[in-house]
C-alpha cells in the first residue's frame, strides 16, 4: 500500500473507485477530467451532503461550515483522477 493509500486510511476515507455521478442519473455529455502531461483538469463537480446538492453563496446562503463539508466532498470525489491512467484503466475494467 502507498504511502498516500495509508494516510488515507488513517484518515477513514475511502475513495470511490470510479468518480460518482454529479446528480443521480445524470449522464455528463463532457469528461469528468482530461489530463494533460503532468496536470490534470477537472470539471463538472457540485458539492453534496447526504447525496443532497449543497449550492449556495457561503454565509450567507449555506454556513461555512457546509462549505468546508462541500469541498471536502467533491476533494475526495476527484482525488481518483490523480490515480495513475493504469490504475484508472484497471478501475473500469473491473465494474
Not at 10 to 22: C, D, F, G, K, Y
Request: net charge negative; hydrophobic share 40%.
Amino acid at each position: 500500500m502507498s504511502p498516500i493509500d495509508e494516510r488515507l486510511k488513517s484518515l477513514n476515507i475511502v475513495l470511490p473507485e470510479v468518480i460518482p455521478s454529479v446528480v443521480d442519473g445524470y449522464v455528463p455529455a463532457f469528461a469528468p477530467f482530461i489530463r494533460s502531461g503532468d496536470q490534470i483538469h477537472l470539471s463538472g463537480r457540485l458539492g453534496k451532503e447526504g447525496g443532497k446538492l449543497l449550492c449556495g453563496k457561503v454565509d450567507d446562503e449555506i454556513s461555512v461550515d457546509q462549505g468546508k463539508l462541500a469541498a471536502r466532498h467533491v476533494a475526495i470525489e476527484l482525488l481518483p483522477c490523480s490515480k495513475p491512467p493504469s490504475a484508472i484503466l484497471a478501475a473500469f475494467e473491473e465494474s
